[in-house]
């Protein structure tokens, strides 16, 4: 079945009559090609106008759509040879949180994403792609043989959020994904981030410190849901629109915040529509960040990676 | 056992009601945050703030803080200077900041310098709760990543107090990337080989939990403190479970392995101290590391 978002309704509605029509003409044999024409064209600027005017929610529920390509999704497309390596060796293995080697147009890589499920099942299997501790240990130590063989690191951030479990605090959620964030910044190898669904707060950063976060035009990035933000500041979470709004969590507003290096563009009606044609807008921004990162000597890269967070956030001051 | 730190309240009766501690002169008294017991200001302040009667860590400014740990007049500050922006325009932020500096007195919620701690000097950063929960948006990131950056480049450890309630809402997605800027920095740091003690107050979650304050060369809490990653009513929400009275606390963390050591607040300034000690003699030259 179809998921259909609130917004794209009018579009689905057209379209169906459009259907309705050419079944017409073919059943009862009535020419209505005239009329069906005419609607085409409606279609055609109806379309243009809901998806190009997308507000900040539409851009949520379109980071969350259950079609959303996800990471095992474009490792098909846009890598070579994947296998998918488990387990951090201390505790488990994490679904959530998947990884492995694989080529890129013939480079050897490390891939590492996020991995929610596409149905109940999958998704409960993966944990609706919330990792645990041992998740980001997984990616930890993946990351860690990448660059020990020189591998550059692509991650894919799509996540809710790191689970809020009980079992998670115990073994350490805080711990698994501050060590990350550290270490990540001090990788050899160059370490491409592109966030591709929800980056959930800390949970997506956990995977997502490197010389280059990219972001699907639809995809979001914030510090916490727009549900979770409403329920705090506005004691209701019926406020999440407002709150979507208030935070700037787009693509739009990351660039415009200088956090992103760059915004992907999306096919129209987003990412799902052609999961083919959307990989083939993403490989050449990945392929000219790996090159320009690949040009650089190690301490460069470290500089530069350095200085990229150094310069994020803004204040005043009242200097003497 | 520990029931009883949170359940006293009941157990005295006594306790005065509103009205009456309206009688009570301003600042000569001081109640108790665990067990509700009143006492002598200047008894509170003598035993650290520490409870008297239930042993109770009660939350203090981050200028006493300093004031308790550091050699006396050692403190020079840094950076008091810089303010809080509305970022993301943000509605009513700026006036909540504004009434949090009126109450504080304080720019941000967090103070940065340098002291020496019996005679060893170290970079120190000490947040507080008072202002905005001690939540941490660009300021705060930004005092903490130029103290680690400072500590560095002068090669001094970095001694930081954590006093949070995680990323501040208000500053959205630049508040998250706090914690990278914050851990990019002390990668830095680490990698001159440089000490970094992170000692974790009453309450430390969320992202704060989640960065710098994990990633000390060691992890130190006071007792009782509140400590975790998610609030616990969204992991009882997720779960559908109760969770233990103690879960999320130092002494739970000390138990699953996550701390150093749990250490008491009159032990806090010898512990540093030794600590300090033992990393500014002897040990292997620059060198020799990788």
Known sequence: MKHVLDFERPVIDLREKIAELKKLTEEKDIDLTEEIHTLEERLENLEHDVYTNLKPWDRVQMARHPQRPTTLDYIEHLFEGFMEMHGDRLYGDDPAIIGGVAKFEGTPVTVIGHQRGKDTKDNIYRNFGMPHPEGYRKALRLMKQAEKFGRPIFTFIDTKGAYPGKAAEERGQSEAIARNLKEMAGLKVPVICVVIGEGGSGGALGIGIGDRILMLENATYSVISPEGAASILWKDAAYAQQAAESMKITSYDLQDLNIIDELVPEILGGAHKDLERQAELLKPVLRKELDSLSSLDVDTRLEERFEKYKNIGEYASSEI | ?290
């Open chain 2, 1 to 290: 056992m520990f029931k009883d730190m949170f359940g006293k309240k009941k157990h005295y009766k006594s306790t005065p009601n509103k009205q009456s501690k309206k009688e009570v002169p301003e600042g000569l008294m001081q109640k108790c945050t665990g067990c509700g017991k009143i006492f002598y200001r200047k008894e509170i302040y003598r035993n650290l703030f520490v409870c008297p009667h239930c042993d109770y860590h009660m939350t203090i400014t981050a200028y006493e803080r300093v004031e308790q740990l550091v050699d006396n007049g050692s403190f020079e500050e840094w950076n008091e200077d810089i303010q809080t922006k509305n970022i993301l325009e943000f509605p009513h932020y700026q006036e909540k900041i504004e009434k949090d500096k009126e109450k504080t007195n304080m720019n941000e919620a967090i103070v940065t310098g340098k002291a020496t701690i019996d005679g060893e000097a170290a970079a120190i950063a000490v947040m507080d709760s008072n202002f905005r929960m001690g939540s941490m948006g660009a300021v705060v990131g930004e005092k903490i990543a130029r103290a680690v950056e400072e500590a560095r480049i002068q090669s001094l450890p970095f001694i930081i107090f954590t006093a949070s309630g995680g990323a501040r809402m208000q500053e959205g997605v630049v508040s998250l990337m706090q914690m990278g800027k914050t851990s990019v920095a002390l990668e830095r740091h680490s990698r001159a080989g440089l000490l970094f003690v992170s000692v974790m107050t009453h309450p430390t979650t969320g992202g704060v939990s989640a960065s710098f304050a994990s990633l000390g060369d060691y992890n130190f809490a006071e007792p009782r403190a509140l400590i975790g990653f998610a609030g616990r009513r969204i992991i009882e929400q997720t779960i559908r479970e109760k969770l233990p009275k103690d879960f999320q606390t130092s002494e739970f963390l000390l138990e699953h392995g996550q701390l150093d050591q749990v250490i008491h607040r009159h032990e806090l300034r010898a512990v540093l101290g030794s600590l300090l000690d033992i990393h500014s003699t002897g040990g292997e030259t620059d060198e020799a590391r990788t």
